[in-house]
């Protein structure tokens, strides 16, 4: 589905380049689910926005679904990742002054969605996620868990191939993280949604079907569970 | 889609209240200004501007020059449109009427009683070539017919109304009206008032051939003299399109050398000119009619550069404020872009969140603007109403306006706030972001525009005021306080009748003093002669402004002699008292010198007359006009002497003693004028009247200055909301490491303070000039003093940092835990 080949990002600090991804090669198939790991700094974060196309490297090669994203331009980037990629953020971005509804809703005004379609699919991922009734209430209404679904929904109604999390359950506690990690794991499996996400810890890591070490910049182990 | 916009706009701006107050505020103010300001503009560019081939209307007007003095006249000799019609080619129509004032009009009514109208204002003679030029829609009687034979009159639909107010316009037709007690005129036929502006106001058309069968009328048209000339006499001509302006001068001016050929001794100069119908409205040379009012251009176009800067303060507010409140959105822009959101997407939404908040303030502005029309009523004219859904035109307008005013105001921000990278923004970097330079230049930069616009209203209001107050406060050479002057009616008023009103006016306790002449020392018009004196070796010719008075006249206005005696009842015309200037031009080294000393009048009988006494100098008018030779003397015999001066003996505490004379004055008047109406005017008001239009101008001023000056200061606030959040982590380590509020409060106001002072040192030179160029209508003028310019920075400063110190304040005192917290 997306391959990463020889992928370096650095910074120019005086005369010296200050490597944040180091030569990193990687193939992610379809209905893989990778949980990428590494400490602080180890460059994580900055490997998935390279892969959800948010960021451009410095150096190397970049496919998605057959085509050669390092030589698009900024405007067909932008809509092969509205096409294809879901987000999901740590500190879950759902934009303040819209409802529940209207959060879910968005990506497909993007998209070009006729408004009774918009109806049909917010109401089926609603219902799917058992939040119906909430989709009145603004996020500063809802507690931290409930904000994640609604940022998952939102990054799965336009039913896109592969979801980016970057560290979703970090700001949740176990339980909260617990659900949600459950819910990867079934989209994964019965939907077949491809999902690449960052984590800091073990045990999220394990609902993936392959864990990714990042040191440095550079990909120390890749292990299949 | 919009839907959707226009439901997170509304959110938006309910959640950030205090910026969306304050740009709503910024905005209505300045398209309040803009509307009011469109209204007074539109009323007086709008005039005449609907009459069938315009273009080719023009008015023939008359020039003069004597000995170099030019002086214009908005009418033409009696005959010359008589001369017209018979020997020009290229005049497609010519159509000349005569304009009457206050004429009587009587509707007689079968009854001993019938109703009266004194003092009739549009009163006209003219023919049906007046209705063939400018046409008027017909509701009774017709073009053909209507003004061909003396003793008939067309009336306006709505003169009509007055006259007959329960008749149809087809009974009125065949009634009579009865101008002057002895004009019986036939009302032949009416026509629509015209709904458009115009300087047209004619009501009460009467026949052109009534002057032949009326004596005075016939006398005072006088169709056979070339020489004289009326601004009643008014003549409108058609010019064909294929000839142009210069040709049809060119023989209009041979007509006159024809039917009045030059003397060899005459060293004045007449033309005539075409005036072309656009210009009717805006000429002060000429004015429009005897009656009627004209606007000046250059006050129009100022007015037009204060709005566009009010407007543009406004503006100003907004990009401020919006980029300033930028980091603020920028997540949901992160979002946004993520979601797949295209650039244009997000300007689209930015921009009709923008006009959402503008059509919020033009809602304001509607309602806002009719009272402020009523602010300014006393001199914006009460045909300017604020109707909106009977002026298109206006509509039109506001709809212009908020489309302009959005996409100005919003434009910069839209592309601002899309410009952010979803990343930088996600990671919380949006601060450092490279836009922050640029931003905060552009930011600042236009801080320094509203400042530089702020302070010269300021610096312009200060001005004007102090040239006002200098004005009224200056030594003019005489007393204006507790005087008042009456003038006696110009028809059916008798010698006898003065002499006994002048006998009762002395007999009023409260009167100190009565002078019988015409002018008060200082007044609008003027009454001069060429004279020469001869001092043994050259002549000396000038100019010589004329006032006329009594022996009474420099007592009551308390005008110093400086040598010779006062007049005193036994003098006539032939002795004269002349201020010091003319003696100065004459060459007289002292003002004694100049006492026995012969003018030549330029009289007829060739006597010479004498100079008995100079008196010191005084302005003669406003302060516009420089002091030129002038002397007070007896009327001549020739002349009405109909003006009273009356001195008022000063008012006791408990007051009241004026406004009992004035009573007395009035039953007095009645006694001896019966049929018209007590007038009086006091002097020092008279002379107020000067200075009416700096007195507008101050006005106005005062509020653009205000309005500016509260915008500006909310722009500021902006900037400061801006900075403190931005420097929100720096004031937290700097307190952290010991500083004091008031450190930091200066570390915070100093570079926000700088903009205002730089503004100050753009807009000296500017204001300089500008005043300058405004002060040269000013013949004697209060200097541009420095203090202007200080008090104005100094005030902005002030103004400046009362408003930068309820941002910075907080940001100083605020805990310094919390805004390291973040991190």
């Known amino acids: ?225 | 889609m919009i839907k959707n916009y226009l439901k997170l706009s509304i959110r938006n701006i309910w959640k950030h209240k205090v910026f969306s107050i304050i740009n709503i505020v910024g905005l209505s103010i300045g398209i309040s200004a803009a509307l009011v300001i469109y209204l007074i503009v539109h009323h007086d560019f709008t005039f005449d501007q609907f009459h069938k081939d315009g273009d080719r209307i023009y008015r023939v007007v008359s020039n003069y020059s004597f000995s170099g003095d030019p002086s214009y006249n908005s009418g033409v000799c009696g005959p010359l449109p008589a001369a017209v019609k018979n020997e020009m080619t290229g005049i497609e129509s010519a159509a000349p009427f005569y304009t009457l004032n206050d004429f009587n009009a009587i509707i007689p009514n079968g009854s001993k009683t019938p109703t009266k109208f004194k003092k009739q204002q549009d009163v006209v003679l003219a023919d049906a070539s007046y209705f063939k030029l400018f046409e008027y829609q017909w509701l009774a009687g017709s073009i053909k017919s209507a003004l061909n034979a003396p003793y008939q009159v067309v009336l306006t639909s709505d003169k009509a109304k007055v006259y007959f107010p329960l008749l149809t316009f087809e009974q009125i037709i065949g009634k009579q009206v009865v101008y002057e007690d002895t004009i019986k005129a036939t009302v032949s036929g009416i026509v629509q008032k015209p709904i458009e502006n115009t300087d047209f106001q004619f009501s009460d058309f009467i026949s052109y051939s009534t002057a032949n069968s009326v004596k005075d009328l016939k006398e005072q048209i006088s169709l056979d003299e070339w020489r004289s000339t009326s601004s009643s006499s008014q003549l409108f001509v058609k010019i064909s399109a294929k000839l142009s302006v210069a040709n049809i001068e060119q023989q209009l001016n041979a007509l006159l050398k024809k039917h009045n050929p030059k003397k060899a001794d005459d060293n004045s100069k007449s033309s005539f000119q075409l005036q072309a119908l656009s210009d009717l409205h805006f000429n002060e040379k000429y004015g429009s009619f005897d009656s009627g009012t004209i606007a000046n251009k250059s006050t129009l176009y100022g007015l037009l550069t204060v709005a566009t800067f009010i407007l543009v303060l406004g503006c100003i507010n907004f990009i401020n404020l919006t980029t300033a409140q930028a980091s603020q959105r920028a997540k949901e822009i992160g979002v946004r872009k993520t979601m797949g959101s295209t650039r244009m997407q997000l300007i689209s939404q930015f921009l009709s969140e923008t006009f959402l908040i503008t059509s919020l303030a033009v809602i304001v502005a509607i309602v806002v603007s009719p009272f402020i029309l009523k602010l300014f009523a006393d001199f914006v004219s009460k045909d300017i109403k604020f109707d909106l859904f009977g002026q298109p035109s206006l509509m039109v307008f506001i709809l212009l306006l908020t489309i302009i005013v959005s996409f100005v105001s919003g434009f910069y921000p839209a592309l601002v706030l899309s410009s952010f990278k979803p990343i930088s923004v996600l990671k919380n970097q949006i601060t450092s972001g490279s836009n922050k330079t640029r931003n905060a230049w552009l930011r600042k930069s236009l801080t320094v525009t509203q400042f530089v616009i702020a302070q010269f209203f300021i610096m312009a209001t200060l001005l004007i005021s102090k040239q006002i107050y200098y004005a009224l406060h200056k030594d003019l050479g005489f007393k204006k306080d507790g005087i008042l002057s009456i003038t006696t009616p110009f028809k059916n008023n008798t010698a006898g009748k003065k002499q006994v009103f002048l006998n009762q006016l002395r007999a009023i306790p409260q009167i100190e003093l009565v002078s019988v002449g015409g002018e008060p020392p200082s007044s609008s018009g003027t009454h001069s002669r060429s004279v020469s004196y001869t001092d043994g070796k050259k002549e000396i010719k000038t100019d010589l402004e004329l006032k006329m008075g009594d022996e009474n006249y420099l007592n009551i206005y308390k005008i110093k002699l400086l040598a010779g005696r006062n007049l005193n009842p036994s003098d006539t015309a032939m002795q004269l008292i002349i201020n010091q200037n003319y003696a100065k031009v004459l060459g007289f080294k002292t003002p004694q010198d100049a006492i026995g000393k012969y003018i030549n009048m330029g009289k007829v009988d060739k006597v010479n007359s004498e100079i008995i006494g100079v008196a010191h100098d005084f302005y003669p008018k406003s302060l516009r006009s420089p002091i030129k030779p002038l002397a007070i003397t007896y009327h001549e015999k020739a002349f009405n002497n109909n003006t009273f001066h009356i001195a008022l003996k000063p008012e006791t505490a408990g007051g009241g003693e004026w406004k009992a004379a004035i009573a007395s004055m009035q039953s007095l008047w009645k006694g001896i004028y019966p049929n018209d109406d007590f007038e009086y005017q006091f002097f020092d008001e008279r002379i107020a009247k000067f200075y009416e239009e700096e007195q507008h101008i101050s006005k106005l001023l005062t509020w653009a200055t205000g309005l500016s000056i509260l915008i500006s200061c909310l722009g500021l606030l902006g900037l400061a909301i801006y900075t403190t959040n931005l420097r929100t982590k720096e004031i937290g380590v700097r307190k952290v490491l010991g500083a004091s509020v008031s450190q930091i409060v200066r570390l915070l106001s100093t570079e926000l303070l700088m903009l205002v002072i730089l503004a100050l040192v753009i807009v000296t030179p500017i204001a300089w000039y500008a005043m300058n160029k405004w002060m040269q209508n000013f013949a004697d003028k209060t200097p541009i003093s420095w203090w202007i310019f200080a008090l104005s920075g100094v005030g902005m400063l002030i103004a400046a940092f009362v408003t930068l110190s309820s941002q910075t304040v907080k940001a100083a005192i605020s805990n310094p835990v919390k805004s390291l917290r973040s991190e």
Do not use: C
């Open chain 1, 1 to 225: 589905m997306l391959s990463l080949q020889h992928v370096s990002k650095y910074y120019q600090v005086g005369g010296n380049k200050n490597f944040v991804l180091n030569d990193i090669s990687l193939d992610v198939d379809e209905g893989e689910f990778i949980s990428i790991m590494g400490p602080s700094g180890s460059g994580k974060s900055t490997l998935l926005n390279v892969i959800g196309m948010l960021d451009a490297p410095s150096e190397g090669y970049h496919y998605f679904v057959g085509q050669a994203v390092h030589q698009l331009k900024e405007k067909q980037r932008s809509a092969l990742y509205k096409q294809y990629i879901g987000f999901v953020f740590q500190a879950y971005h759902l934009i303040d002054e819209l409802t529940v509804y209207e959060n879910i809703e968005t990506p497909l005004i993007y998209q070009d969605f006729k408004g009774s379609e918009r109806k049909a699919m917010v109401a089926d991922i609603l219902d799917k996620f058992q939040i119906v009734g909430k989709k009145d209430l603004f996020p500063s209404q809802l507690s931290g868990g409930q904000q994640q679904l609604v940022g998952i929904a939102r990054a799965l109604i336009a039913k896109p191939k592969l979801i980016l999390a970057d560290e979703p359950t970090g700001n949740l506690n176990s339980k909260q993280g617990d659900e949600i990690m459950q819910l990867f794991r079934k989209l994964n499996k019965e939907d077949g949604v491809t999902i690449i996400q960052v984590t800091h810890s073990e045990k999220n890591a394990e609902y993936g079907s392959r864990i990714i070490n990042l040191l440095d910049g550079k990909i120390e182990s890749s292990k299949n569970i």
